[in-house]
């Protein structure tokens, strides 16, 4: 029954160190969340990528339907847009060297495969499981 409800799959690329290394982790996908459903700001989801067909990606919630989110590096421009109706805004945790939705723009829930629950680590050869939890926190009042 695993199978129905949880996937594991490679992670490779650069786009979402420090939380996930391409050197031997594996990413752990709740298909409860396909679609988008339950998906909070400051999730990991997993997609199929909607300009490279039959690739997946792993990537950051960042704005949920009517959120205004950064269109550009933080920076770079103050440039805003409102995320569409069923679609959601991703980028990886590291900006710098992440192809996301500053890139091929809002990512449609319909594309969304999964939420990123854990994760297993090989480097040691000795497996070791993490929880990733959603990683944003709420911004601090400067009142």
């Given amino acids: 029954w695993c199978h129905y409800f ?9 786009s979402m160190l420090p939380t996930v290394s391409s050197f031997g982790d594996w990413v752990i996908i709740s298909k409860w969340h396909r679609r988008g ?35 550009y590096t933080p920076g770079k421009s103050d440039a805003m847009l409102q995320v569409p109706e069923g679609h959601c805004w991703v980028v990886g945790d590291n900006l710098a060297h992440s192809r996301d939705s500053r890139h091929f723009g809002p990512l449609p829930l319909a594309l969304v495969s999964g939420k990123v629950i854990g994760k297993i680590d090989w480097q040691d050869r000795t497996p070791k499981l993490a929880v990733l939890e959603n990683g944003l926190q709420p911004a601090a009042d400067d009142d």
């Fill in 6 to 14: 949880y996937t594991c799959d490679s992670a490779y690329g650069i």
């Fill in 37 to 71: 459903r339950g998906i909070h700001v400051g999730d990991l989801v997993s997609f199929r990528h909607p300009v490279t067909e039959g690739m997946h990606a792993v990537k950051r919630v960042v704005g949920l339907s009517g959120d205004l989110v950064l269109m």
